[in-house]
Every structure is written in structure tokens, then in C-alpha cells.
């Protein structure tokens, strides 16, 4: 029932924009194209309609084009036409019917047939957002399967309770919880002058971790710069030829733990080596031309949070992580290495209220709590401290569903990568399900389901 009404919504919404036509309606040069047989000459023209539907579509959403390195004059003649929804909207139901034509047939290769379902559903979730833009609005977990492919699971404040008690004994004195928490992280801060060779250090050991198990093109780089006044804590702009810029936000005190994690999540394995492998494997050796524009609000962004998140786990084992921040981090940022054994195990505990912050969300913007409740939430059931707590208040307001993708997007990277053999006791086979899950168009919907 609960697909019946999302996809109800939409349809009402695409119905009442301007100029919008029926699923039938096709414009004369794709119905041309329909008339072509479904070879890979007719996906790669339908893949570049997709891309310069998203250029459109981005003129309408600063937020929607994450990062784009495909042919210059198309970004061009997307930002001199200003094209309106409906029209934008109209178009892409005419490439999904065309789409809808050209399914490989079932003894096709793996990737082919991975496209031409990515293309789909990528082009659902587009059309989606266009309805959104447009004024219809969706509750969270409707918002996330039209965008994300997937839906989180519910918590109640009862499951973050159990943990919180075992916080608290982990953490005896008086006061509040939350003032205990704090006041113990906040001995773990990496100081101003120390961050960027704190930073350098964890993304050397991210590096060469990574390199040692996935083949990068040897011209990959990227920079990284410290950024204030942003809802997020740190950001990938990947610019294509290999390249990224990587922005860390220094509003907050930032943590030690910060730097592995940062440096996996937005570097190695992460963002950086998602895009590098995809422009290698998909845009340059493929020609797949739609992977050259990584449109933010779609299934891929749970993919790519998903593995980014996990692979910090991939790179760094609890064992192996705790004797680099031993040696290398803490040192960096010139703190008692001693220290990081009784950290990570609050850490440990505090990352079990992870889905607090979805609760947060999902409350928020179903319109049970206003921003001031939702930043509450965060603060008692996810030890939020109140300025983290408020600037993740404006990361749900900029992105709203988006939160599933990182906590959500792990747990199921996680049970597909396991299930296909990469447990943690068989590291190789780790690394090469990683590698292959970010090499590949692969959506939510074709992950192994993690156990709820």
C-alpha cells in the first residue's frame, strides 16, 4: 500500500505541471529511436538524454548536480535554456518508455543488464524529485524509496534507552549524561594548528591501505581544504581526470576519531576511489556517459555513502585501526595514545544510537516535531552536543531523507559485501567484493537485505 500512495503522489504532482504530457507522449527524434534495435549505440544515446535531463534539471536544484566531468557545452546549453519542469518532466517519462524497450535480453553480460536497470530506476527517482520541486510532498520513508531505493527501519526511544543506560554506567559522575559525554570527547579534540598534519597522516594510512588492494590509475589525486559556514562536516567534489577536491568543515571542535573516518569516508576507499573507479571503468574503458554526472538526490548516493561509510571498516579493522590511531594519529594530534583504547570503546557504544538521528529526521520532516524538538531528539537520544546538534538540524532541512544513505547505506553495503564471502575473517575476499561493488551500476534494491 505504501509504494501504491508514493507512487500516487507523484503522479498527481507530475499531472498538474506545466505543459506535462502522458507516459505515451514521445517527442518525434525518440520515437524515432524506438524504431532502432536496442544495441549499445542506442543505450549510449538514451544515457546522454539522461545526463542532459539532469544538467536541466539542476538549473531548478543548486543541490541536485553532485559532480559532472562530461562534455563541457552540455553543462552549457543546460544553463542557457533554463528548460521548464514540466517540459524536463515530460521528456524523461518519454526516455522511459523508450528505456522500457530496450531491456538486454537474459543471457546478456551482468553490467549491460546493470545498466539498463540503473538508467531506470535512476530516471524514477529523477522524476520524483521533479515532482517534489513541484510541490508534492512526501512523507520521509515515502521520500526515501522514491529517491534512495530503500526505506530505514523504525526505532523507538526505548532502543536508544538500552544503550544510553549502558553510556551511563560507562561514563559514572554527576550531571547529565549528555554533559559527562561531552566533557569526555571533548578531551579528544585534535587542536587547530595539528589538523592538517593529523589529516595528512590518515589519509597516507587510507592510501596505501587502499592501494594495496584496489588498482587506481597512478594520476589520481585530490586536495583538501578547511571550510567554515557549511551543514555538513566534510564533502567530495569529484572534478573528473581523476581528480577531487575534498572540504573538511572546521565550525565545530573536530575529533580525533574524525580523522580515519574522513579521510576512508571522502578519500580511500571512499568517495574519491568510488568515482575514480567508475570514471575508469564505466566512462573512460565503457563509454557509459552516464556516470560522467552523479545526480545527488538517486539511488546511487546510498551506494556511494553506503560503501564509503563501510569501507572505513574495510580499510581499518577494530584491531588494526586502534594500533594506527596508537601510532600515527594520536601522536599527530598530540594526544596520549594510551588513551585510544578507552575512547574507541565509548565510541563503540555511542555509534549503537546511530539511527537516532534518522528518528530525528523522519519526526521532523513527517511534521511530528519542529526543528527545536528535532534538535532535542538528537541531543538526549543520540548525545548530540547542542551546536552539533543544531547544525545537523540544517543538514536534515538542505537534505532531508538523505540521513538513510550513510547508516542505512553501510548496514546494507555491509550484508552484501558479507554475504557474497567478505566477512571479516576473509580480508582478501573483503576487499575484492568492495572493489567490485564500487566498479559496478549497482542499485539498493539489488543489495543482499541486511538482518533488521
Known amino acids: 500500500m505504501r509504494r501504491i500512495h508514493v507512487m500516487a503522489a507523484c503522479l498527481a504532482a507530475m499531472l498538474m505541471l506545466p505543459g506535462y504530457q502522458p507516459v505515451g507522449y514521445m517527442p518525434p527524434e525518440l520515437k524515432a529511436a524506438m524504431m532502432q534495435p536496442a544495441t549499445s549505440d542506442a543505450m549510449n544515446r538514451a544515457a546522454e538524454r539522461y545526463v542532459k535531463l539532469v544538467l536541466a534539471l539542476g538549473q531548478h536544484d543548486a543541490d541536485y548536480v553532485d559532480a559532472y566531468y562530461g562534455p563541457p557545452e552540455w553543462r552549457k546549453e543546460a544553463e542557457a535554456a533554463t528548460r521548464p519542469l514540466g517540459e524536463i518532466d515530460r521528456d ?79 561514563l559514572p559522575g554527576p550531571g547529565a549524561l549528555i554533559d559527562r559525554y561531552d566533557a569526555f570527547r571533548n ?73 580515519v573516518d574522513l579521510a576512508c569516508h571522502e578519500g580511500y576507499p571512499g568517495h574519491h576511489a568510488y568515482n575514480v573507479l567508475l570514471e575508469r571503468h ?9 556516470f560522467s554526472v552523479y545526480p545527488l538526490f538517486s539511488p546511487q548516493s546510498l551506494i556511494a555513502e553506503g560503501t564509503a561509510n563501510f569501507g572505513i571498516e574495510v580499510a581499518f579493522p577494530r584491531a588494526e585501526r586502534l594500533d594506527f590511531e596508537r601510532r600515527v594519529v594520536f601522536p599527530a594530534a598530540g594526544l596520549d595514545p594510551d588513551e585510544a583504547a578507552r575512547y574507541y570503546e565509548v565510541l563503540d557504544l555511542v555509534q549503537q544510537l546511530s539511527y537516532a538521528g534518522n528518528e530525528a529526521a523522519r519526526r521532523y520532516l513527517d511534521g511530528e516535531i519542529d526543528a527545536r524538538g528535532a534538535a532535542d531528539w538528537l541531543v538526549q537520544y543520540g548525545l548530540y552536543s547542542r551546536p552539533r546538534a543544531e547544525q545537523r538540524v540544517r543538514f536534515i532541512q538542505q537534505y532531508r531523507s538523505y540521513v538513510i544513505n550513510y547508516n542505512l ?44
Open 187 to 259: 578531551r579528544y579534540v585534535i587542536p587547530r594548528d595539528r589538523l592538517d598534519p593529523t589529516f595528512k597522516a590518515a589519509i597516507d594510512g587510507c592510501r596505501r591501505r587502499t592501494l594495496q588492494h584496489v588498482a587506481l590509475p597512478p594520476e589520481e589525486r585530490f586536495t583538501v581544504e578547511y571550510v567554515t559556514g557549511k551543514s555538513w562536516s566534510g564533502y567530495n567534489w569529484y572534478q573528473g581526470d581523476y581528480r577531487s577536491l575534498i572540504q573538511v568543515n572546521t565550525d565545530l571542535p573536530i575529533h580525533v576519531d574524525r580523522a
Open 92 to 170: 524523461a517519462a518519454a526516455l522511459v518508455t523508450l528505456l522500457s524497450t530496450m531491456s538486454p535480453p537474459s543471457g546478456a553480460d551482468e553490467l549491460p543488464r546493470l545498466r539498463h536497470t540503473y538508467l531506470m530506476r535512476q530516471l524514477e527517482a529523477f522524476r520524483a524529485r521533479v515532482a517534489m520541486l513541484s510541490g508534492t510532498r512526501l512523507r520521509f520513508d515515502e521520500e526515501s524509496k522514491a529517491l534512495y531505493d530503500a526505506v530505514a527501519p523504525t526505532h523507538t526511544a526505548a532502543d536508544f534507552e538500552r544503550v544510553l543506560t549502558a553510556l551511563d554506567a560507562r
Open 409 to 452: 547505506g553501510k548496514d546494507m553495503v555491509a550484508a552484501h559485501v558479507e554475504a557474497r564471502g567478505g566477512t571479516p575473517d576473509n580480508p582478501a575476499t573483503r576487499w575484492e567484493e568492495f572493489a567490485r561493488l564500487i566498479s559496478s551500476p549497482r542499485l539498493p534494491s539489488g543489495l543482499t537485505r541486511p538482518p533488521q
Open 282 to 290: 564505466l566512462v573512460r574503458d565503457r563509454g557509459w556517459v552516464e
